[in-house]
């Protein structure tokens, strides 16, 4: 019986020593039926920083012709944008565009200089008026004769014939507000006349709602002349590597995989073209603001050109790259049907 059970023993004291062995078969089996998630991703961003590493190299190639292009998207980047700034600096002051519309309060002529003062109290606390100045009737006749240079003749008269005034600034520009503000301050007791001039604010409106509407105008041409610079870019590039695309397609490449270098490439040419506008614009109203501190202190005036905000900056940068990327999209997308293997 011992006989009997000693190769029966072996062989099942060997085969026992091998079942632990068995998950780790199953477990190769399964490997290999496919790649599993973390090889896919490794895979997947293996794809990408090889296409991303090949753009830069191939724009490093050709340094003039990358730098020239960026150039010429800076260019049309900076055009709207510049006109942006300077128009958003010219509403800022707000100041100005309140004096404009200043309202002015003509009293009777009875009325005295204690009364008018009590209006112009009365009138400050006034909603949608944010200032107002009291003129007597002997400033008003000391500027009147300082300013029309008819002192002379002024002096001979008998009485004075200006009115005491108080001078309203408005808080708001819209025109219906300063309509019912004017209304407001023409029914106050002691009140003559109250006179605004309504046609320059409408003025003021049309100027700078022109403006707008122009920089819109252009903003629209510009990217449309974008888009066309990096599509005619990126189809040269893909006319250079025909040969090579129609290698891979042959090969079983995915239009995916055909289609990445150039995205990235246009993007790169879109982030290089926004840095560069950012800092052409920079340097272009340092250069400008010079010249405005000397005009705006013949004035007496304190204004001048802020620089590109942060928040623009990277709005510029973002929309730059964006256009990059779609312009080698539409450029991809129009050409790779063209290059299909036959």
């Known amino acids: 019986m011992s006989k009997a059970r000693t190769p029966s023993s072996k062989s099942t004291g060997r085969g026992a020593t091998r079942l632990p062995d068995a998950p780790p078969k199953a477990r190769r089996s399964k490997k290999a039926e496919g790649p599993d998630v973390r090889s896919h991703l490794r895979a997947w961003l293996e794809s990408h920083r090889a296409s991303l590493f090949d753009s830069v190299r191939r724009l490093l190639r050709q340094p003039i012709g990358s730098f020239f292009t960026c150039l010429v998207m800076a260019i049309a980047l900076c055009l709207p944008m510049g006109l942006a700034l300077l128009l958003d600096s010219v509403e800022r002051l707000s100041g100005t565009w309140q004096h404009a519309a200043q309202i002015s309060v003509y009293l009777k002529m009875d ?5 008018g003062l009590a209006l112009r109290d009365d009138i400050a606390t006034m ?35 200006l009115p005491g005034s108080v001078v309203v600034t408005p808080a708001a520009v819209d025109k219906t507000q300063l309509e019912s503000l004017r209304l407001g301050l023409a029914d106050l007791p002691g009140v003559e006349l109250a006179q605004l001039d309504l046609l320059w604010v409408e003025r003021l409106g049309a100027i700078l709602e022109l403006g707008n509407r122009f920089v819109f105008g252009l903003t ?12 005619n870019t990126i189809r040269l590039h893909i006319e250079s590597r025909r040969t090579e695309i129609e290698v891979i397609k042959l090969v079983g490449g995915t239009d995916g995989y055909v289609r990445r270098p150039f995205l990235y490439m246009g993007a790169l040419y879109g982030i290089c073209a926004g840095v560069l506008a950012w800092l052409v614009l920079a340097f272009g109203l340092a250069w400008l603001n010079t010249a405005v501190l000397r005009l705006a202190g013949l004035y007496g005036s304190d204004f001048a050109l802020t620089g590109v905000p942060l928040a623009d900056g990277l709005s510029l940068l973002l929309g730059a790259l964006l256009l990059g990327y779609i312009g080698a999209w539409l450029a991809v997308a129009r050409h790779l049907s063209e290059l299909a293997p036959k």
């Not at 009325?111 to 009364?115: I, L, N, R, T």
């Not at 909603?127 to 029309?148: G, H, K, T, Y």
């Not at 629209?220 to 599509?231: D, E």
Request: net charge negative; no cysteine; glycine share 4%.
């Open 127 to 161: 909603p949608n008026v944010a200032e107002a100045e009291w003129i007597s009737r002997e400033q008003a006749l000391e500027e009147f004769q300082a300013l029309s240079g008819l002192a002379r003749a002024i002096e001979d008269l008998p009485v004075n014939p």
């Open 220 to 231: 629209l041409l510009l990217v449309m002349t974008l888009l066309l610079v990096i599509g």
């Open 111 to 115: 009325v005295s200089d204690d009364e």
